[in-house]
């Protein structure tokens, strides 16, 4: 048996853990924030909640669909039938397809929760330093306090933060520095009566917000009062970093308004989101995730694609290379 730190209880960590205890180990999850989940995020405020972070997930991969099927049988996510519409050209058409889609329920990280159980999980608590100590590791927080000794590192934050955490000679820092990941700014609203919109789901090909979705048609949510997410572009999120939050208020109004059939009802209440590491850019190179010389490892979604699947996918991947290095 070895014992393993995590770092990000997001899900490619929690299901890092859970392989890994699985095949006999001891692994502990160092997390930033105060909850797990990483994107997969639901944020509360006073009588409603919103999805800021992914908005679903689809499947294609059979092994991932297989995890997806327990997850439906443990009730941790549902499908979600949004219908669904297009915006090109200015005009907003139904653009109907016949995938699957699933939310987390009722939250976005319910399946992050329920695979949790038994993991040993520090939240609150920032990485800033891995120490080699012969060939295991210890790590620092940011308040100075130290953890392990452990056996290898398993880094799942978002690329960014992996990259700053690794140490410098590790054969898996080349091709991290050649990737990138793009920004995306989030917008949740909530109106006081309905707002007759046609759609549930808006993709758009144009302008400076790339998806609109009323998160309350997602299964598991109050139907009321009628939530509204907004994503906007990587480019335009990149361009206002620093955007202020009636400003995208408005843009937000302005499409929407597009969409209803009638003037917009109230909002009673909005908040925004940015996420600095959304998703992964265009000129990805292979990832490497297991670095058997220090073993270090890394997984994330970042490390394949930027889907829900592609971070469960990584973190299998990883699992079994950690375990052929202790078999
Ligand atoms: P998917 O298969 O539903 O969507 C893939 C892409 O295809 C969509 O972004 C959309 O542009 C297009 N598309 C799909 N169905 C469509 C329809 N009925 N009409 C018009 N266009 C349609 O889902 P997948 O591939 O599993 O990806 C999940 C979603 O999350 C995607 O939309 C992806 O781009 C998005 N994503 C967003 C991030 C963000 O930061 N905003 C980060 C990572 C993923």
């Given at each position: 048996m070895a014992i393993f730190a995590v770092v990000g209880a997001g899900l490619s960590g929690i299901t890092l853990a859970r392989e890994l205890q699985r095949a006999g180990h001891r692994c502990q999850i160092f997390e930033k924030s105060r909850g797990r989940g990483g994107r997969l995020a639901t944020r509360r405020r006073e009588g409603w909640q919103a999805d800021h972070g992914a908005q679903y997930f689809t499947v294609r991969d059979a092994a991932f669909e297989t995890e997806v099927q327990h997850w439906l049988e443990q009730g941790w996510v549902s499908h979600w039938q949004p219908k669904l519409g297009v915006i090109e050209r200015g005009e907003a058409v139904e653009s109907p397809d016949d995938q699957a889609r699933y939310v987390g329920s009722p939250t976005m990280n319910a399946m992050v929760h329920g695979m949790s159980e038994g993991i040993d999980l520090y939240t609150k608590t920032?990485?800033?330093?891995?120490?080699?100590?012969?060939?295991?590791?210890?790590?620092?927080?940011?308040?100075?306090?130290q953890y392990g000794l452990f056996d290898a590192i398993l880094l799942t934050a978002p690329l960014a933060q992996s990259l700053a955490l690794l140490p410098s000679g590790s054969r898996l820092e080349v091709?991290?520095?050649?990737?990138?990941?793009?920004?995306?700014?989030?917008?949740?609203?909530?109106?006081e009566q309905p707002t007759g919109i046609e759609f549930d789901g808006v993709f758009t090909k144009e302008g400076v917000i790339s998806w609109a979705a009323r998160d309350s048609s997602k299964p598991g949510r109050e139907p009321e009062p009628e939530v509204w997410v907004m994503h906007f572009t990587a480019q335009w999120t990149a361009n206002h970093l620093d955007a202020r939050?009636?400003?995208m208020q408005q843009q937000c109004l302005t499409m929407l308004r597009k969409l209803a059939p009638k003037d917009l009802p109230p909002m009673v209440d909005s908040f925004k989101h940015r996420w600095l590491y959304a998703r992964t850019?265009?000129?990805?190179?292979?990832?490497?995730?297991?670095?058997?010389?220090?073993?270090?490892?890394?997984?994330?979604?970042?490390t394949i694609g930027d889907r829900l699947e592609d971070a469960w996918l990584s973190a299998m991947r990883l699992s079994k290379a950690v375990q052929q290095a202790w078999s």
């Open positions: 920032r990485i800033d330093r891995l120490e080699r100590v012969e060939n295991q590791w210890r790590l620092w927080d940011d308040s100075g306090e091709p991290l520095r050649r990737t990138t990941m793009l920004p995306t700014w989030a917008v949740a609203m909530a109106f939050e009636d400003l850019g265009p000129a990805h190179a292979e990832i490497q995730q297991w670095d058997a010389e220090n073993n270090l490892g890394l997984a994330g979604d970042w």
